[in-house]
């Protein structure tokens, strides 16, 4: 049986300029090291549309003037769909979380849909345009328990790579305190809103590992 090869790209980056190859046309990524006039270090692999695409950072003391910038990619037609899916791929995504306990429990929601669907995890979501990470900490809460909470400390940050994603997370935690408790999830996205005893909770969200250090703490659990 024959075997489709899979191809590798080179996507390398320096201060938000992208090295791109002009052939035929269209801006590709070079496919190979005998493409690169310059030292280079891979950071990391990406997995789109079965091909490889190797973010890396180029070796160079200057900064690279005549190159693509990032921001203009995506609106270049002459860039190729894998370059501008792998640029889109490579921007930060931002998140916040509400962390509410009470009686040494942890307040969660089972989303319906989105990345966590099943799953038991934290009242929170994307920061939105314009808006402030404590913002979209409250705003998310309110809209998937159906119930407003005020922030009463930030707890801090934690950046991580996806686990079924190519996407670089960085999320913003708040410890937040509940208005009252007249669950209201919002019903096209939540379909379970719990307490749920907070040493199997953190079990839930162990990728979080210094926030759930934090919290074992600060809560004495082993």
Not at 175 to 188: G, I, K, T
Request: net charge negative.
């Amino acid at each position: 049986m024959l075997y489709a090869k899979v191809v590798e790209h080179f996507y390398l980056e320096r201060d938000g300029q992208v090295y791109l190859i002009w052939e035929g046309g269209r801006l590709r990524f070079p496919t190979g090291p005998h493409e690169i006039p310059f030292p280079y270090e891979i950071v990391h692999t990406m997995r789109l549309r079965d091909e490889r695409v190797h973010y890396g950072k180029p070796l160079i003391a200057h900064h690279p003037e005549d190159w693509w910038h990032k921001d203009r990619i995506p609106e270049l037609d002459e860039a190729l769909p894998l370059v501008r899916l792998a640029v889109s791929t490579s921007l930060p995504r931002l998140t916040a979380k509400a962390i509410i306990i009470k009686d040494g429990k942890l307040l969660m929601v089972r989303p319906k849909r989105g990345y966590n669907a099943g799953r038991w995890a934290l009242p929170g979501g994307f920061v939105g345009y314009g808006e402030s990470p404590e913002e979209a900490a409250l705003r998310e809460a309110r809209e998937e328990t159906g119930v407003p909470c005020r922030i009463v400390r930030f707890l801090g940050t934690e950046s991580r790579l996806g686990r079924t994603t190519n996407y670089h997370w960085h999320t913003f935690f708040y410890e937040a305190e509940l208005e009252h408790e007249r669950f209201q999830p919002a019903p096209d996205e939540i379909e379970a809103v719990a307490w749920i005893p907070l040493d199997q909770a953190l079990g839930e969200i162990g990728f979080y590992e210094r926030l759930c250090q934090r919290l074992r703490q600060e809560h004495s659990i082993p």
